[in-house]
């Protein structure tokens, strides 16, 4: 009877753990899907400071230029055929981050947000990428 009343208890405690870290995932894929809505809105504006805030600082250093290149090529590719008016989570994914951001950025793992949007002339899928570092969560590719 003892042994029963502990395997119960060990695997209640298990459940209720994995539990706790699904919801924890979803509060994360709901955050970093958020984050990479919030990228529509800099890259409508083309915001070049706030597409900026969301790098690691190392990425950011003299690269002003190139990174409003890759805002204006954003802008265009989600902006040029009119703007998008449903624009929906298709999905959230991570896997180990690659050696190469590892050594750059100190990346320990990298989100992929899937997202689908839809305009009057277009109906595309398009992709969020961040990485996830010591410091945090940082965007790793624009949409």
């Not at 600082?57 to 902006?79: C, D, M, P, V, Y």
């Amino acid at each position: 009877m003892l042994l029963r009343n502990k395997i119960v208890f060990l695997l209640a405690t298990l459940l209720c753990s994995q539990n706790a870290l699904a919801n924890s995932d979803k509060k994360l894929d709901n955050l970093l899907s958020q984050r990479c809505l919030g990228t529509l809105d800099f890259i409508k504006s083309q915001d070049l400071s706030a597409f900026m805030a969301e790098m690691p600082a190392a990425s950011t250093k003299g690269q002003e230029k190139r990174l409003a290149k890759i805002l204006e090529r954003s802008h265009q590719r989600n902006f040029g055929k009119g703007e998008p008016h449903t624009v929906k989570i298709t999905g959230v994914s991570y896997e180990g981050a690659p050696q190469a951001k590892q050594d750059r950025f100190g990346a320990i793992e990298l989100a992929k947000i899937n997202i689908n949007i839809k305009s009057d002339s277009s109906t595309y899928y398009a992709r969020c990428e961040y990485m996830r570092t010591a410091d945090g969560w940082f965007l790793s590719s624009l949409p």
